[in-house]
């Protein structure tokens, strides 16, 4: 048992020895020039479309010990499109508490449009109390096919001794294709 104690405990130093000029040299982003066509897979027997209309959960308010206020989470959407080429544009993400009564439009002032690999989120926030049946519609679009985008929600509470994660994906309602 000594042993095996010893082993970590050598372990856990070599892992966090590393110094600082290493770490920052690892941590240094440069600008890189990324071409879609250097990639050696072809693409093919994907189905492309034109746009969705999806159905997000998100759990913003946990029941817990029969307490009715429950265990309050904020959450973040979001929108990440796939396609090397191309723009997508997201038309509607309307957000929903438990009763199904609409809270609030994340895009009242228009539509947004994510270029090549973007991505854009939207937060729900901790003193939101929409409920455990709180969800988006989110609808986006593009003029010719494209690969489909990925759509996911992580709703988190980081609380000393209470914290909890959960990531949902959105169910596709409506698709054009």
């Not at 856990?12 to 050696?40: R, W």
Request: glycine residues 6%.
């Amino acid at each position: 048992m000594k042993q095996l104690s010893m082993c970590i405990l050598i372990a856990m130093i070599s892992v966090f020895s590393c110094g600082k000029a290493e770490t920052d040299k690892l941590l240094t982003l440069e600008p890189v020039e990324f071409n879609p066509q250097s990639l050696k897979t072809e693409q093919y027997h994907l189905q492309m479309i034109r746009g969705q209309l999806l159905y997000m959960p998100v759990y913003s308010n946990i029941p817990y010990n029969s307490d009715e206020a429950g265990f309050d989470m904020k959450a973040y959407v979001a929108i990440h499109n796939t396609d090397l080429h191309q723009n997508i544009r997201v038309t509607k993400v309307t957000y929903f508490n438990h009763d199904g009564k609409p809270v609030y439009d994340f895009l009242k002032d228009g539509d947004v449009s994510l270029g090549p690999l973007a991505t854009k989120d939207f937060h729900i926030p901790y003193d939101d109390k929409s409920g455990i049946g709180a969800n988006f519609i989110i609808e986006w679009v593009s003029d010719i096919p494209v690969t489909r985008p990925l759509i996911e929600c992580v709703t988190i509470s980081l609380k000393p001794n209470q914290s909890l994660a959960l990531l949902s994906r959105g169910e596709v309602i409506r698709e054009i294709k």
